[in-house]
């Protein structure tokens, strides 16, 4: 099972917002909305940000949001802030070996 | 609040046998509801997801592991452990332990123990 496909690096200024694409196929994320995207931090445990394609857990941003087009789907964090740097990466249900698959990851880089 | 904690040597010798365990506070495995999983990160690359269990011990493993991988689950300690047999340099890895909430999301993790294997 290959890896979903992450751009390696998005950038922005403070305030602007950015899109983080995931791209996978018909078996993984254009087939089900179980699509999650986690932000990672050096030396910190991985966050769940998105679920479900565009769900929110308590205590997450509002500037944060998830969606799906077809097999590709999309974090958007709007208001960039400071904190909001790190690594981030989604995650689908799989209908093939082995379950679950992940991004290849993007790093996110506040200008 | 819920917390996952992993634990174990952090140089494993090649075909040894790699032992971790992930302690929870916060919440009660055998309260039920989660599946309780092990995810992995190789350097430079890509997440792993290797398995999960759930308190009853039901066990799901990915098809590339499950023939040296095993979870086990210890309800009365309130933790869950990961062995994979035959270890090899390509099992060098951050380790994470995490639960599974939904049907495919991970809302609590570990901070992660980097296991070596030196080639």
């Known amino acids: 099972q290959s890896a979903l496909t992450q751009p390696a690096s998005v950038s922005g200024s403070p305030g602007q917002s950015i899109t983080i694409s995931c791209t996978g196929t018909?078996?993984?994320?254009?087939?089900?909305?179980?699509v999650s995207w986690y932000q990672k931090h050096p030396g910190k445990a991985p966050k769940l940000m998105i679920y479900?394609?565009?769900n929110r857990p308590s205590g997450v941003s509002n500037r944060f949001s998830g969606s799906k087009s077809g097999n590709t789907a999309s974090l958007t964090i709007s208001g960039l802030q400071a904190e909001d740097e790190g690594d981030y990466y989604c995650?689908?249900?799989?209908?093939?070996?082995?379950?679950?698959?992940f991004g290849t990851g993007t790093k996110v880089t506040v200008l | 609040q819920v917390q996952l904690q992993e634990s174990g040597p952090g140089l494993v010798k090649p075909s040894q046998t790699l032992s971790l365990t992930c302690t929870v506070s916060?919440?009660?495995?055998?309260?039920?509801?989660?599946?309780w999983s092990w995810i992995r990160h190789h350097p430079g690359k890509g997440l792993e997801w290797v398995g999960y269990?759930?308190?009853?011990?039901?066990?799901y493993y990915n098809p590339s592991l499950k023939s040296r991988v095993t979870i086990s689950v210890d309800t009365s300690k309130n933790e869950f452990s990961l062995n994979v047999r035959s270890v090899t340099a390509a099992d060098t890895a951050l380790y994470y332990c995490?639960?599974?909430?939904?049907?495919?999301?991970?809302?609590?993790w570990g901070q992660g123990t980097l296991v070596t294997v030196p080639s």
């Open positions: 916060g919440v009660s495995i055998s309260s039920g509801g989660y599946y």
């Open positions: 269990i759930y308190y009853t011990g039901t066990t």
């Open positions: 479900d394609v565009s």
């Open positions: 995490a639960r599974r909430k939904g049907y495919a999301d991970f809302d609590y």
């Open positions: 995650s689908s249900y799989t209908s093939s070996s082995p379950l679950y698959v």
């Open positions: 018909r078996s993984d994320v254009g087939g089900f909305n179980y």
